[in-house]
């Protein structure tokens, strides 16, 4: 039931316009077009969930209500906000590099597009089926830091300066144990196909079979996003807001609202095709379609990640230096090392 | 390759300098190699107020100092101004100061407790002493009618006797203190990275705290014992039997962690003042118009920052000559320039978060 809602969609939008005799070329872009605008409406809806949800979880966590006037239960406040930045003035400072700022709250939300394009949402659910997805996605998810930095140095601000050169430092040095996390996963399957990788874990998901990749990866993810314990970058009681502290009304919205939680939709998305076994049904319980059990599997990760946001004070940066550089990225390289020892004497003995 | 430091302008409009504070750092990368506090974006000329008010015209304008104690900043001058009449507070009044005093002093070291843990980042524990820190305003407001500027002290006394719905409620609440403690204790001190952030930093040598006349957890956070409700007790602290928390090394930590426990060790005094508290009026023999002989007086008393006080000058009319006030946020802010060379710029927020300042108090 459901199972094939959106398979079965596009097969029959494929139909339709081949039947106004279209040919083959263009139909797949027109197809492509689509299924793009699928994945800008869904970060788009899914950014304006969050915001509320993290609104809500925050609210919760602080014994707090939270949003609570606009619609029930202040499910309508996020449209309100973003009625209310969208009318708001982008106010250009002096002095400002003007293409480089107006272009990095643009240029932001790119990369977490682009990364969409490759993730497998549901079975036979991508709207590219890449042979290697994962290092696509890994080598266009680490693009974002160019665009923190440009708006960093576009504006013209000392606080904005301070954060765009931890921004660089922070998710430089945070990519590698990212990688070398996710190594581990790539050793066993043996593939970089993010479809692959989520059928090699029909047995057995590789929270169980790779559970230090996992911890390393969900801190590395936490860095990544620059969300807390990580979020030097912002800052708040520090440096104001870092990067975005010029930026007003929309450009904000871009980068605190659509940017940072795309972006956590992607380390989430990417925590549940690794290492959750994707859209696999747990306990056979595959009544439940295989797109739900993604989103299900996916909030979860990110319920994690606002829950630890809001526990957690914020490490210094060069305690973040510190942590990044001696103690995950020794404990990956270990685990890269057990896991080809394992993998060794498993075949050895013929497992 | 060449490089050179730049001045990073931090307040007076900032997240993390406790209001209207200003701090020109020049660093190096994020290593502060020199800093200039500049205090006085919210100064009011208290001191100079007070000479073209009534004695008793006073007392409102103290509350304006420390807001977040405003109680004990009442006592500082009544008191002075006691002394120079020579005025007798009854029993009963300074029992009712010791409780309202321990109250406020409860809830500024929340107020510096959850401040602190959200300028190390922990937004979280904000709430969650704020939170507290109503139920202890809901009591000084069943007293004294206001939930900030109380000004329930008069020369001689206090202004009124506790209500009968402030017994039960006090009993309820201290109750739930030490709870609260052990809550901010899970939340903020049992913290990994929160450790991590304040112990070893922001080192202040027991010798330097005195030699800059620093005062109240700050000074015994290096370890200097010296509390004036034990060194030189006041009104009628010599009757209660409590501890003075003392720090070990002079870290940030430290001086954070001595406010919860100072916390703990105010519900005892309350306790032991409800006990003992005698019948009685609550305000003393006093004139009706207040006029001091010529003379001097000056009284100090530990608030919740460190030691306040209060210096009258009396040329025998009825305002004061001159009013003086030693304000501890003020001079424990003195050592602040120096400390913070050669930390980095998130603990200059953890360094000033931990001094506790307010800026009321340190502009005056």
């Given at each position: 039931m459901g199972e094939n809602i959106f398979v079965d969609f596009t097969a029959w939008l494929r139909g339709l316009i081949s039947g106004l005799g279209v040919p083959d070329l263009f139909n797949d872009i027109i197809l492509m077009i689509v299924k793009l605008a699928a994945i800008i409406v869904f970060i788009a809806l899914n950014a304006t969930w969050l915001v509320y949800m993290e609104r809500k979880i925050c609210a919760y966590i602080q014994s707090r209500v939270g949003p609570?006037?606009?619609?029930?239960?202040?499910?309508?406040q996020p449209v309100f906000d973003v009625v209310k930045l969208m009318t708001k003035e982008i106010v250009l400072p002096k002095n400002v590099d003007l293409v480089v700022f107006l272009l990095a709250p643009v240029l932001i939300v790119v990369p977490p597009i682009v990364a969409?394009?490759?993730?497998?949402?549901?079975?036979?659910?991508?709207?590219i089926d890449m042979n290697i997805g994962l290092f696509f996605l890994v080598a266009v998810t680490s693009l974002s830091t160019i665009m923190f930095w440009m708006a960093g140095w576009a504006s013209n601000n000392k606080y904005s300066l301070v954060g765009g050169m931890r921004v660089v430092a922070q998710m430089v040095s945070y990519e590698l144990p990212l990688v070398l996390a996710m190594l581990g996963v790539v050793m066993i399957?043996?593939?970089?196909?993010l479809s692959e990788v989520v059928n090699a874990?029909?047995?057995?998901?590789f929270i169980f079979a790779q559970p230090i990749a996992f911890l390393i990866y969900f801190i590395a993810g936490v860095a990544e996003t620059n969300?807390?314990?990580?979020d030097l970058v912002e800052g708040e009681s520090e440096i104001?807001?870092?990067?975005?502290?010029?930026y007003a009304g929309m450009g904000f919205a871009m980068f605190y609202g659509l940017a940072e939680f795309a972006n956590m939709m992607v380390i989430s998305a990417m925590c549940t095709v690794m290492?959750?076994?994707?859209?696999l049904a747990p306990f056979?319980?595959?009544?439940?379609?295989s797109w739900v059990w993604f989103f299900l599997k996916m909030y979860l990760v990110i319920f994690i990640f606002m829950w630890v946001r809001w526990t957690f004070p914020r490490i210094r940066v060069d305690q973040l230096m510190g942590f990044g550089w001696k103690v995950l990225v020794p404990l990956s390289l270990a685990n890269i090392f057990i896991t080809g020892t394992g993998m060794y004497i498993y075949r050895a003995i013929g497992w | 390759m060449k490089t050179q430091t730049y001045y990073l302008n931090l307040g007076?409009?900032?997240?993390?300098?406790?209001?209207v504070f200003r701090i020109i750092l020049e660093l190096d990368g994020e290593v502060v190699v020199k800093a200039t506090p500049v205090p006085?974006?919210?100064?009011?000329?208290i001191e100079k107020l007070a000479e073209a008010r009534t004695y008793t015209q006073v007392i409102p304008y103290t509350d304006r100092m420390d807001y977040l104690a405003a109680m004990l900043m009442n006592w500082g001058y009544v008191e002075a101004v006691e002394k120079l009449m020579g005025i007798e507070v009854p029993e009963r009044a300074e029992y009712i100061r010791v409780i309202v005093g321990e109250l406020s002093r409860i809830a500024s070291h929340m107020i510096a407790t959850g401040a602190y843990g959200a300028d190390i980042g922990a937004l979280t524990a904000f709430t969650y002493t704020f939170r507290d820190r109503e139920y202890v305003i809901d009591l000084l407001e069943m007293v004294s009618?206001?939930?900030?500027?109380?000004?329930?002290?008069?020369?001689?006394?206090?202004a009124a006797d506790f209500p009968e719905e402030f017994y039960p409620a006090v009993k309820k609440l201290l109750d739930q203190i030490p709870a609260m403690c052990d809550e901010y204790d899970g939340l903020i001190t049992g913290n990994e990275i929160f450790q991590a952030r304040t112990k070893f930093v922001g080192i202040i040598p027991p010798e330097v705290a005195v030699d800059y006349s620093l005062s109240g957890p700050v000074l015994r956070g290096?370890?200097?014992?010296?509390d004036l409700r034990k060194?030189?007790?006041?009104?009628?602290?010599?009757?209660f039997d409590f501890e003075v928390p003392l720090g070990k090394n002079g870290d940030c930590w430290d001086r954070f962690r001595i406010r919860i426990e100072e916390m703990r060790q105010s519900k005892r005094i309350i306790e032991q003042a409800l006990e003992q508290m005698p019948e009685?009026?609550?305000?003393?023999?006093?004139?009706k118009v207040i006029k001091p002989p010529v003379g001097d007086a000056y009284a100090e008393i530990e608030s919740s920052k460190g030691v306040y006080g209060c210096y009258v000058v009396s040329?025998?009319?009825?305002?004061?000559?001159r009013v003086h006030f030693r304000r501890p946020s003020f001079i424990n802010l003195g050592y602040l320039g120096k400390l913070l060379e050669g930390w980095k710029i998130a603990d200059v927020i953890a360094i000033l978060g931990s001094i506790d300042i307010v800026l009321g108090e340190v502009d005056c």
């Open positions: 609570r006037h606009h619609g029930p239960v202040g499910l309508l969409y394009s490759v993730l497998p949402f549901g079975k036979d659910m991508v709207a399957t043996g593939t970089l196909n874990q029909k047995n057995v998901w969300r807390p314990p990580f104001i807001a870092g990067p975005y502290t010029e290492f959750l076994g994707g859209w056979g319980l595959t009544f439940i379609p | 007076p409009q900032h997240p993390s300098t406790h209001g006085g974006y919210l100064h009011r000329g009618g206001s939930r900030m500027t109380f000004s329930y002290f008069r020369i001689g006394g206090v290096s370890g200097v014992n010296y060194v030189r007790p006041y009104s009628v602290y010599d009757r009685g009026p609550v305000l003393g023999k006093v004139p040329d025998g009319s009825p305002k004061p000559y």
